[in-house]
């Protein structure tokens, strides 16, 4: 059998399987619940961290009670983009772009040398990335 190569992101596999999944075991699920859930989570990534940190409740693994709470975290976040229709991705890329660029210690009033003049990536970039995207969709 010849082997396949996959041009999927495993973020772009994790939100078009999780589309699936969802609309089978929770159709109808609306945005804020998946929201809360990310809090939810966020709060158990903070006890994890705490609980750590103060090295108490040691009969709990502090380490992958956190992590745990990472990986729910992401899930949630893709189920609510799958419900809003966003493209998980895309909003990773373009956020890592504008973040990346700065130079918190050249410029440690904007991160940049001037104001606005974030980053963009190339234009031929930006063209492969949207038809990775499209193709999956
Ligand atoms: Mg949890």
Request: charged content about 30%; some cysteine.
């Amino acid at each position: 059998m010849e082997s396949q190569v996959i041009d999927k992101s495993v973020l772009q596999i994790v939100q078009f399987e999780h589309l699936a999944w969802s609309r089978k075991n929770f159709p109808l699920t609306e945005a804020h619940e998946p929201l809360l859930g990310v809090v939810e989570e966020v709060g158990e990534l903070a006890h994890a961290h705490l609980k750590a940190r103060q090295k108490i409740r040691n009969n709990q693994d502090h380490e992958e009670a956190g992590k745990d709470a990472v990986g729910d975290i992401l899930i949630y976040l893709v189920h609510y983009c799958n419900i809003r229709g966003w493209d998980v991705e895309k909003i990773l890329d373009d956020t890592w772009v504008h973040v990346s660029g700065r130079n918190w210690v050249k410029y440690p009033e904007t991160g940049f040398p001037e104001a606005n003049e974030a980053p963009m990536r190339s234009q031929p970039v930006r063209d492969d990335i949207e038809n990775r995207i499209s193709r999956m969709t």
